[in-house]
């Protein structure tokens, strides 16, 4: 099969945003991405709008860049992300779009409308019949069937269930509704280690499924009721004495299948439709879901655009670890083959893994 077209803008040292911004708009247009929408349509924008107290996450110069570029074409862009699965700054839409407004992503600076699109507390799904094998069905959001085509622009971060984050995932469980977040996740259950629980609560206070208590007042150890979890992980990323630990076992390969399955849920109706950018900069060990101030693990590298999510995510990866000599995401989260994502994804047709990398 022939390899997909991956092209590469690179990043040279601490290169201002400005300057990031420009290359964003010189890959969008040499991927062909205005060829993805028709005039008139509707052009989901899709991007995470970082959770509060977040600094690392892309800022809405990112999806302006795009936004321009999409009306220039004639399209009707709206940026949009979805309510998350785990209790916060962006469990609803109320909370969620004024933080996307307090982050800089209000519809006078972006030009387009701001939508979350699984509306006000998730209620907006739909189900995709999609004949994949872990997933029969896809409980996903209303936009991604309403929209007439996407552009996804992703921040390529580790991550604690699937080793890195980038395009997959951002349209994968970006476009789930939160029954499909909860099937994704589901057999990705934590355990506490009570030695080093201090009884804060603070994973109790997190969990969207109540499936933990601490007693009152913090009384008693934290305490997982495994019949009620529904394995989301949200108590192992806000445990701050890491007491909250994951038997890493075959689930976090079915987390990584699950969410390809999705992602092909959403794309497959909308071939030819839809384009992905990924941003190779403040790559942190975490995602973008994570409030607290991290470090990048690897220098800024560049911004990548194709049609094809499984190559752009593997060009991406690769670039990291050329760039690192070291696979710093299998050194982040050692238990954790972050290749499954991308040798399922292709195995199931939602893209190739073969590619050609091109140098602008």
Known sequence: MKPAEVFFSPVEGAEPEASILRKIAKVFDAAGLDK????????AVKVTF???GQKTHLGPGYAKTVVDAIKSGKGKPFVVDTNTLY?????NAVDHLQLAHDHGFSTEYLGAPVLIGDG???ESVFIAETGSRLCKQAMLCGV?????????ISHMTGHLGT?????IKNIGMGFAARGGKLAQHSGFLPQVAKSKCRKCGECAAWCPADAISCGPDGASLANIDESR??????CLAVCPHHAIKIAWDESTANLQKKMAEYCKAVVAPKAGRVGFINVLVRITKDCDCMAGPEKPIVPDIGVLASTDCVAVDKASVDLIIERAKRDVFKEAWPDIDHTVQLKYAAEIGLGRINYRLVTL
């Open 229 to 234: 979890c529904i394995g989301c992980g949200e």
């Open 144 to 152: 991604a069937r309403a929209t007439d085509s996407i552009i996804a």
């Open 120 to 122: 006000l507390r998730g």
């Open 87 to 91: 209790v916060g700054s962006r469990s």
């Open 36 to 43: 993805t929408f028709s005039t008139g349509g509707l052009v």
């Open 50 to 52: 970082g959770e509060r």
């Open 163 to 167: 080793g890195f984050a980038c395009a």
